[in-house]
């Protein structure tokens, strides 16, 4: 015990000695709560429009001002020539093309269907279904005001119908700083883990350290208890630190136990600095870690589900997910967080979490062998 | 070649002991390249043991063997009783090992790593600081200083300081002298001799012949193997023809003049001079005369008293080619 302890006040004498990984582990994650919560976000504000209206109707100019009036578009142009209007999606000057034939306001007012065209710019294919959505629902409602108009309703009187209103339920406002500070959160504590401890041990391999540590009676699980502790302890401040800012910050709700939010993360960090301890008994130089260490960070990250829900990825993917301890974090964080879920709620993913801190911490004992 | 000689007879004093070291056939491959061939040699209590050999010989291969950072693909090989394959746990309490390459924290202190070492080993810097009050006294003023700042002599210091504050029965030090000056190299010896006297046995490797006599037994390592294991004095002994130092102002017309003259057996430099072996049977023309013909007119030729490195040379260059050796240009020794 009395090793182990020794082993960790090393680490830390060498990690705040080093003057700029010492700052850094305490910049990082404010850069990265302020600079990713806010910066990533699906919502759209001002979906570039151009008009091409073949009709100039007042019914046709009623469906450009009624789009005109939503919050989400902006005509940027007005033309009759389909050519014009292909150049300015080209230029990225307009993300959405809408087409309004001869004869709409006519056969609108004769009761004939009347096909518009959209075109829709799917660079961003995301943005594209959203912008999409959005007016569609403009035509929808334009729509209903032609079928009260039609059936000679007075204005006020209410058409019967079936009316949709839904609610967002744990994230009101799908505000998605809300939706992304859980996962940046996993996020921060995966970097800062996986890079540290994965980089550190092959620096002692680098400088021969390791050498001398070898033929010491130092045991196999002292030395890597000794390694994993100072980086649990450091990604675990680092999360708290993450924490305050998103909720002093960013006015993120949080909805359920602290305690739980620290436990879950703990497990997930032992499983991710076993996973960096068993990688760095492959590499010999530290470029060959970084390299192979940030190829994980991506691929984990990614298909966490931080950005698209899981469900949506093929099942393949899904599969691979079984293995990825990002995907359970990013789950266990945003239930604690946004629902309040607790930890009956969390026991499948969290046990998960364990048997795959277990799996990998044992990977990287039995990888690291003092005879080489 | 010589048959490699295991414990050697002069040696009686010692042969009722149980060697520190006990090595039979020790093979080591990597790949496709051979380290390490039928190495056999025994290590006696108290003695002070040196490998010498040019780089690439498996020095180092050996001594990790021996420190248990590396199996062995052959043969058996007991530390102190301890076999290096089962019971490395015994071995690794009871052995002090210095790398050749400087491998403790360079962003420690002096004193963390003292502190460091001792711990790791469970014991104290204070309960085996007689052991250690000469050489790191020495370094004690600085050791406020991180290690990575202090100077080769300095650094060596601190690593023997490291090595030994568990109090170790076996020192093992890989090339301990290489890269450091000559005044640190006579004062390590120094400070080794100093460590007999605690009855710790040390095994030591070095690319530098001249310390061979600093070494109670050495064994000469060349391409993975033990060409022969005797004391220093034995080993000159087994020097049989007469040696010549020839000496003139250009040394290197003279060393090419001499590879050319039919009696030639070897020439080597050496410092200044250059010595010079004659096959037993001679040409006609006398060697003054031969040299004259190839204008080295200043050639002045006296007999010399072989040295230990006369004898390793004439003992490598046997079938093998001939290896670079190091020689310091300003050699301390007597």
């Known amino acids: 015990m009395k090793v182990i302890l020794y082993l960790i006040r090393k680490e830390f004498l060498q990690i705040f000695r080093d003057r700029f990984l010492g700052k850094a582990i305490f910049a990082v994650p404010v850069v990265q709560m302020l600079l990713l919560v806010p910066a990533v976000t699906f919502e759209i504000r001002h979906v570039n429009l151009c008009v091409i209206d073949r009709d100039m109707t007042p019914a ?13 578009f902006r005509i940027t142009r007005k033309t009759f020539s389909e050519e ?20 709409f306001g006519r056969n609108i007012a004769r009761g004939i269907p009347v096909p518009v065209q959209v075109g829709v710019n799917a660079i961003n294919a995301s943005n594209a279904q959203l912008s999409w959505g959005y007016l569609n629902g403009v035509i929808q409602n334009y729509n209903l005001n032609r079928l009260k108009k039609g059936a000679g309703m007075p204005a006020g009187v209410q058409l ?60 196999k699980y002292q030395f890597i208890l000794g390694k994993m502790t100072p980086f649990l302890l450091i990604g675990l401040v680092d999360l708290a630190i993450g924490l305050t800012i998103g909720i002093f910050t ?10 739980l939010l620290f436990l879950s993360s703990a497990v997930f960090l032992v ?6 301890l068993f990688m760095s008994t492959f590499a010999r130089t530290q470029q060959q870690f970084m390299f192979t260490g940030f190829f994980f960070i991506i691929v984990f990250v990614l298909m966490s589900g931080i950005f698209t829900p899981l469900e949506s990825m093929p099942l393949w993917a899904q599969k691979i997910d079984l293995v990825n301890p990002m995907a359970y974090i990013m789950r266990i964080n945003r239930m604690i967080m946004l629902k309040g879920s607790g930890f009956h709620d969390l026991r499948n993913d969290l046990l998960a979490l364990v048997l795959i801190a277990t799996a990998f911490t044992t990977l990287a004992v039995w990888r690291y062998r003092k005879t080489a | 070649m010589e048959p490699s000689r295991r414990a050697c007879p002069e040696k009686q004093s010692f042969s009722h002991m149980q060697p520190v070291v006990q090595a039979l056939g020790i093979g080591k491959s990597f790949g496709t390249t051979v380290a390490l061939r039928d190495i056999s040699f025994e290590v006696l209590p108290g003695e002070v043991f040196g490998f010498i050999g040019p780089d690439g010989a498996g020095k180092t291969t050996l001594f990790r063997i021996i420190t248990t950072l590396l199996l062995p693909d052959a043969g058996e090989i007991q530390v102190m009783g301890f076999d290096v394959r089962r019971d490395y746990r015994g071995i690794r309490k009871n052995i002090g090992y210095m790398p050749g390459r400087f491998s403790l924290y360079m962003d420690l202190t002096v004193e963390e790593n003292l502190r460091f070492y001792a711990t790791v080993f469970g014991t104290t810097v204070e309960e085996n600081y007689d052991l250690i009050r000469d050489i790191y006294s020495q ?41 450091v000056d000559a005044v640190s190299r006579a004062e390590f010896w120094e400070m080794l001799k100093k460590l007999k006297a605690h009855n710790i046995t040390i095994v030591v490797s070095t690319p530098y012949m001249d310390e061979a006599t600093r ?3 050495v064994a000469l390592i060349q391409n993975g193997r033990i060409f022969s294991v005797d004391t220093p004095d034995h080993i000159t002994a087994g020097f049989s023809r007469p040696l010549l130092q020839v000496k003139s102002a250009s040394k290197h017309l003279l060393m090419n003049a001499l590879k050319k003259y039919p009696g030639t057996l070897s020439v080597w430099p050496f410092g200044e001079y250059v010595h010079l ?26 007999e010399a008293k072989p040295g230990i490195e006369d004898r390793f040379l004439e003992l490598m260059s046997g079938a093998e080619p001939v290896p670079e050796y190091r020689k310091e240009v300003n050699d301390d020794q007597p």
């Open chain 1, 60 to 72: 046709s100019r009623e469906l450009t001002g009624q789009l005109e009036g939503s919050s989400f």
């Open chain 1, 84 to 103: 014009e209007a292909r150049t300015m999606m080209h230029r990225n000057r307009c993300d959405l093309i809408l087409q309004i034939p001869e004869g």
């Open chain 1, 160 to 219: 019967q119908q079936v009316s949709l209103s839904n609610r967002y339920w744990y994230n009101e406002m799908l505000n998605y700083r809300h939706y992304m500070m859980p996962g940046v959160l996993g996020i921060l504590v995966l970097a800062i883990g996986f890079i540290l401890a994965g980089l550190n041990l092959v620096k002692e391999k680098e400088s021969g350290t390791i050498e001398q540590i070898n033929v010491t009676p130092v045991k």
């Open chain 1, 250 to 259: 960013f006015g993120v709700p949080f909805q359920g136990s602290i305690l």
């Open chain 1, 271 to 276: 499983g991710v600095l076993g996973l960096a």
């Open chain 2, 139 to 179: 370094i004690e003023p600085f050791k406020h200083r991180m290690a990575g700042k202090l100077s080769g002599g300095m650094k060596q210091k601190l690593a023997l300081s490291c090595a030994l504050i568990h109090k170790p029965s076996l020192l093992i030090l890989d090339e301990p002298t290489t890269g």
């Open chain 2, 215 to 217: 070494c109670d037994r």
């Open chain 2, 277 to 302: 072996t004659l096959r037993d049977v001679l040409p006609e023309e006398p060697l003054p005369r031969f040299l004259e013909r190839h204008g080295i007119r200043d050639a002045t030729l006296m």
